[in-house]
């Protein structure tokens, strides 16, 4: 003998059978677990005079290889040096396609000498992508150039 229940959320078969119970759900509701999981990759900055700022675009930033829509909450600039970058991705606050690349842009202003370093964090969900900004502080340099100039001869 079969049953056939149901509800607002779905329906299933039980089957009884005389002699021992053996009971059995077949579910018409498909469904999965997905885990979110974007991924970065990391940017080199190169080398900037102190105080001076340089502006990077990186059109692959973020990706998103899942078949699925990723709700990305924030992003968090972390580590020794956060303080001399900036960046600003693409959905972020926001929905990343499915699937996808998305681009950031990064400002690197450099405070001090020297490799300069931080990480940043982009919150996916239960899921955390990170990925290391780098960029080299050097001394603004001066030059003296001896230059003649010529502007002509005076005619009158």
Known sequence: MQHLLSSAQGSCAVLVRPGPTTI???????????????TARNVDMGRVRVAQRKDSTVV??????????LRADSIRILGANATDYR???ENIPGTLGAPSLSRG????TP??????TAFCEIYVGRDT???????????????????RIDIGTSHR
Do not use: H, M, Y
């Not at 842009?105 to 690197?108: K, L, P, V």
């Not at 603004?140 to 001896?146: D, Q, S």
């Open 24 to 38: 059995s759900d077949v579910s018409d509701t498909l469904f999965s677990i997905v885990w979110p999981r974007a």
């Open 60 to 69: 692959d930033l973020v990706s998103n290889v899942t078949a699925f829509k």
């Open 87 to 89: 960046v600003t991705i």
């Open 105 to 108: 842009e990064i400002t690197f």
């Open 111 to 116: 405070s001090g000498l020297g490799t300069r």
């Open 129 to 147: 992508a990170r990925f290391d900004i780098t960029g080299v502080g050097v001394e603004p340099t001066l030059a003296f150039v001896r230059q």
